[in-house]
């Protein structure tokens, strides 16, 4: 799933080539990607594209006459920037915002379509779309303590959680939580003063360093190949790799279609979670959701 510094990344690569140009035509061909009814695609033919904005891991575009496109790729959805014209994929395809320059091409690999775009008119209709999480980027330490303060979260849930804080999923949590040292399975309410602050520090410079990375790699191109996997990544996608600071073997937590990714040595002093309890829990009692897998951490403390 694309979050925040693959998102900056789309922002960065679409600004200097739709900002500006009219749409001559909203093309949707898949159903299941339109959630909204009024305003109709229709209503943004010949519109300007005024700018770009991001809520966030929502890409919206702004259009004139208060018209917003509100596009979330989720887990598989990707854009693609293509000539004029370009045919939308019929088997990856969900729709093309067709510009005089180019077309932008809406994607989605795999048999789960879970990417959605909403037509909204005005912007105040744009709340609707904020989880209320703050940005880690723009908020103060206080502000970060009592936003993961609030409930008591695993820093993997509490960093993941839209309603905390906005832009950061699996991947960059796995890689914030290693960098900072600290287990996912680690309660908000424990964490010490210096911790709170180490974890706000590293937030802020992981998100923006990886922004600035994949800008960066583009070079201005647009990006061909957005995936939640990067070789420069220390420990998401790295299960059973070494641990580029110890040397130690990454290791995982699945449940359901996601995974936890850290290092024992850096970040749990060394103690497996996936221990025996959990071993027992590889069977049908394994944790199916976020919920029950943070049920089960906090039931063992």
Request: contains cysteine.
């Amino acid at each position: 799933m694309p979050e925040y510094p693959e998102v900056v990344l789309y922002l960065h690569a679409l600004e200097p080539r739709v900002v500006g140009q009219r749409l001559e035509r909203l093309r949707i061909v898949s159903p299941s990607l339109l959630r909204s009814v009024d305003p109709p695609a229709a209503a943004f033919a010949g519109k300007v594209l005024t700018g770009l904005e991001r809520i966030g891991k929502r890409i919206v575009f702004a259009f004139e006459d208060d018209l917003f496109a509100v596009l979330h790729l989720m887990i598989a959805g990707r854009l693609q920037w293509k000539a004029p014209g370009t045919p939308i994929p019929r088997r990856l395809g969900h729709a093309a915002f067709e510009f005089e320059n180019g077309s932008l091409l809406v994607t989605e690999a795999g048999t789960k379509k879970r990417a959605h775009l909403h037509l909204v008119r005005g912007r105040e209709a744009l709340a609707d779309f904020d989880r209320g999480g703050i940005d880690p980027l723009n908020a103060a330490l206080p502000e970060f303590t009592a936003a993961l303060q609030r409930e008591n979260r695993t820093l993997k849930r509490a960093l993941t959680d839209p309603r905390i804080l906005s832009g950061i999923g699996n991947a960059h949590s796995d890689e914030v939580l290693h960098a900072a040292e600290l287990s996912p399975a680690r309660l908000t309410s424990r964490l010490e003063a210096a911790e709170m602050e180490r974890l706000y520090e590293v937030t802020r410079s992981s998100l923006a360093w990886w922004a600035s990375l994949l800008i960066e790699e583009a070079d201005g191109d647009f990006p061909g190949k957005v995936t939640a996997f990067h070789p420069r990544m220390a420990v998401h996608g790295r299960y059973g790799k070494p641990c580029p600071r110890c040397g130690g073997t990454i290791q995982r937590i699945r449940y359901a279609d996601n995974e936890t990714n850290y290092c024992p040595t850096c970040q749990t002093g060394g103690k497996l979670l996936a221990d025996r309890a959990f071993s027992r829990l590889l069977r049908d009692d394994w944790p199916r959701t976020m919920d029950e897998l943070e049920q089960h951490f906090q039931e063992r403390r």
